[in-house]
């Protein structure tokens, strides 16, 4: 079974503070992706990576800067943590496209409130 | 910009009738599909994909797609209240390696 592992399920984090949210996954997956989800607007994507090293923008990166240093882990790292980036944050990978079937794999998502 | 839409519901059904929910995509090259459910407080798990036209049943589950109207629908027969959970259709994102695109989900309640 596919594993992505999240390294938080709650966190609670002070205004201005740099965050880090760890993911993991035991696929051996090219693609993994960091996502916010608040209610009324679904999933959003913030940045994803197809190769170590390598990171694109999403739809709403502005605050949040990532890091792909080793194939299986994708870090997000909120750089001063506000109070709009309170949410629930979702990791996902999948394989490459082309490669088969290219469905996302969810780790169990982490709920970041920033106080 | 690619969009994928949902009727945000609640949709209500109750107890072991046909739940029908649907979806819309914009992008043509969009070439294969995903439901996912996502019970509250949860993340989002797979429960079916499809990339030809038609239909696919597993279990109680149905996917229907039609690309030529750029439609999507997933059935669930016999409906319980455990499926009760918000449901998010995603495309694929066309040419290349792009990112699945994501509705922002429909909420299903199925009343005992």
């Known amino acids: 079974d596919v594993k992505v592992t999240q390294s938080s399920r709650y966190l609670v984090k002070r205004t201005g503070e740099k965050v880090f949210l760890e993911c993991v996954q035991d696929m051996d997956h090219e693609n993994m992706f960091w996502y916010r989800q608040d209610p009324g607007l679904g999933l959003r994507l913030i940045y994803f990576?197809?190769?170590?090293?390598?990171?694109e923008k999403g739809d709403i990166p502005e605050g949040y800067s990532v890091s792909r240093e080793k194939k299986e882990r994708f870090s997000l790292i909120l750089e001063s943590a506000s109070t709009n980036q309170t949410s629930m944050y979702l990791c996902?990978?999948?394989?490459?496209?082309?490669?088969?079937?290219?469905?996302?794999?969810f780790g169990q998502g982490t709920r970041l409130t920033v106080v | 910009q690619k969009e994928v839409e949902q009727n945000s519901g609640p949709l209500s059904v109750p107890e072991g009738a046909i739940a029908s929910l649907n979806c819309t995509y914009s992008d043509r090259g969009s070439q294969s599909f995903f439901w996912y459910r996502q019970y509250s407080g949860k993340s989002p798990e797979l429960i079916m994909f499809?990339?030809?036209?038609g239909d696919k049943e597993d279990g109680r589950f149905t996917a229907q797609l039609n690309k030529a109207s750029q439609y999507v629908s997933l059935l669930i027969r016999d409906s319980q209240p455990s499926d009760s959970a918000t449901y998010l259709c995603a495309a694929s994102g066309g040419l290349g390696n792009t990112p699945l695109v994501f509705g922002k989900g429909t909420r299903l309640s199925v009343i005992a």
């Open positions: 996902a990978s999948s394989p490459l496209a082309g490669a088969g079937n290219t469905e996302a794999f």
């Open positions: 499809i990339y030809s036209n």
């Open positions: 990576s197809y190769d170590v090293k390598m990171k």
